[in-house]
């Protein structure tokens, strides 16, 4: 028997996704429209629904190149992060930080260079708990630097996000980026963030290893082709800040997905039963 369609009756595209502010998503759009939809992380508004939204969402659940994954040395290329260039200007008067509804983002100006091309960042945002994992292990939290260039997709780096412990060093700019994530509790509110200063980051990256790979968009769409960079080496904020952070982001983490390559776990469900 036929257990789900992957192809379902098209309602309104949710949104506020990981990919707003690109020119995937403009910001000119709206943030109220994009908010209204049924996208989301939980009950029959989770990922296992995602591609009954709109047939734009086929790939949710039939694309090979998924993302979030999980990441085992050996498995996955991996560079020194000396080798990247990655520089994000500094906002001695803060940034603009937005609740958009799905997740709590900052948007900021800088540039990363990945295989000869140079991208534009357009935002970072952060998700609770972190999306990928690292050798099985996943983190509190994770952010996402979204950068582009014209029309292809985006080029991320992730940056996994741990509390810190005794004789853990805060990351500065991650921390400040997060310290006033009470005053925006809802959907569409906005504050501008402490002083950011982009150094410790920028050092941080260099003295960790990097995997990268190609997935895909972890919301709706799920296009794939995007290129991914996450380091290995977690930063670090304390645990009151988490906790606000938690507070606000809620849960807005998709499922761990199956390595590139291998068939969509969706995919793979429907022909399981369809057998049954």
Known sequence: MK????????VSLASAMCHYGTNLMPRDVGLERRADGDFGYDELHSALEWHS????????????????????????????GASYKFDIVNYPHGAEFLNTGHNVQVFANGSAEFD?????????HFHTPSEHRIGDEYYP???HFVFQNGSTRP???WFMIEIAGSGDHINQPISKSLAKVLQIPSVG???TTAALNF???????????????????????CDEGVKFNVVANPVYIDVKTFRNTKKVVKFNSRYTQNAPGEVN???????????S
Do not use: W
């Open 3 to 10: 257990v789900f369609s992957v192809l379902a009756s098209s």
């Open 53 to 80: 939204m709109s047939p734009n969402n086929t790939i949710c659940a039939m694309g090979k190149n998924q993302s979030p994954v999980n990441i085992k040395t050996g498995k996955y290329d991996v560079a020194d």
């Open 116 to 124: 000869g091309t140079k991208y534009s960042l357009a935002q970072y």
């Open 141 to 143: 939290s994770e952010v």
């Open 155 to 157: 080029c991320c780096y």
């Open 189 to 191: 509110d906005k504050v």
């Open 199 to 221: 150094g410790a980051l920028e050092q941080h990256i260099r003295k960790s290893d990097v995997y990268h790979y190609s997935g895909s968009l972890t919301t709706p769409p």
């Open 265 to 275: 776990l969706l995919d793979y469900a429907r022909i399981v039963l369809d057998k």
